[in-house]
């Protein structure tokens, strides 16, 4: 369809009852999927988000065990704070746990992304064969054509969803899919949402921030309003200690650098709202660790 029958076409049709668009609720219940939480392999962040049990009258709140699943989760942060590892860790554990991932990857071709993913696949004592089976990459850094063309992205996903059976999808990132059109970039992430929640994938997708401005906002969420999109924002930060308030805060000396994460906002379900801080070993594994609160009382 042209941009201008796109424009011009509903009011030559003039208005019509889109009948396939309604639904009782009764009928969206029945079709609801259950809440259950995505184990990530990523230590501290499972039990951050929680559901609520009814005990007779009384709503008792326990842990997800995991990201939503269905959910599309946005994964943001400036450059080298960790997003990549978080979303390569959650793809390595899907496939140690028998699911499949498709993984995207937009910012280095598949074959480089693999050859870190190998080493921390053994980090995290997952098997070859596992992760071999289970992660199906789709290389767009290497086949720029589908960084221009998403209906061919989007169907290259759906034959990689349909042909390996995979429940997650992981793209890294989706900034560089509307790079030098960021007017675009709300209808890029758009487009990709609805078809992760037609195919009913569990979905990270990678937003880079550019700025360090606002960092805990909700501006920190990517940038180009892209998180109010997605179903949560999982945020990761850095910040050098510059300061005696920062040497105070968070008990380090000056010079040094300390990485941060907080969960900005999920709508499927409740979760912890502080923040955190995240640690990176040696073996590049992520790692959520106590609240900024319980690390002021544990160095007290
Ligand atoms: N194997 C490793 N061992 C130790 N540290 C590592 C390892 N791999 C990466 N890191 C550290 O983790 C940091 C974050 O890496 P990552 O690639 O996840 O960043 P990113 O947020 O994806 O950045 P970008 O926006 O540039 O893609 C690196 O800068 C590096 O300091
Ligand atoms: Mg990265």
Known sequence: MSQEEYFFEPERRGPQVLEESILRFGEARA?????????????????????????????????????????????????????????????????????GVAFITVESPAIFVAMGMRERAKALGIAESAVDENIVFIDVATHNRLQEDLPSLLATLAHVIRTYHVRHTIVDSVTGLFEHKEMAARTVVRRIYNFLKKWHQTGLLVSQKRSSHEEMSAEAAGGYAVAHIMDGTMVFYKDVITSSYKQKLYHLPIGEMIRLFRIDGCRLTGHDTRIHVCEITETGLIRIGPTLIELAQKNA
């Open 31 to 99: 079709q609801a999927p259950r809440l259950e939480g995505v184990p990530t392999g990523i230590e501290g962040l499972d039990n951050l988000f929680f559901t609520v049990k009814w005990e007779g009258e009384k709503p008792r709140r326990v842990p997800l065990g995991g990201i939503p699943r269905y959910s599309v989760m946005n994964v943001t942060g400036v450059a080298d704070t960790g997003k990549s590892l978080m979303v390569e860790q959650y793809a390595l554990t899907q496939a140690g746990r028998g699911e």
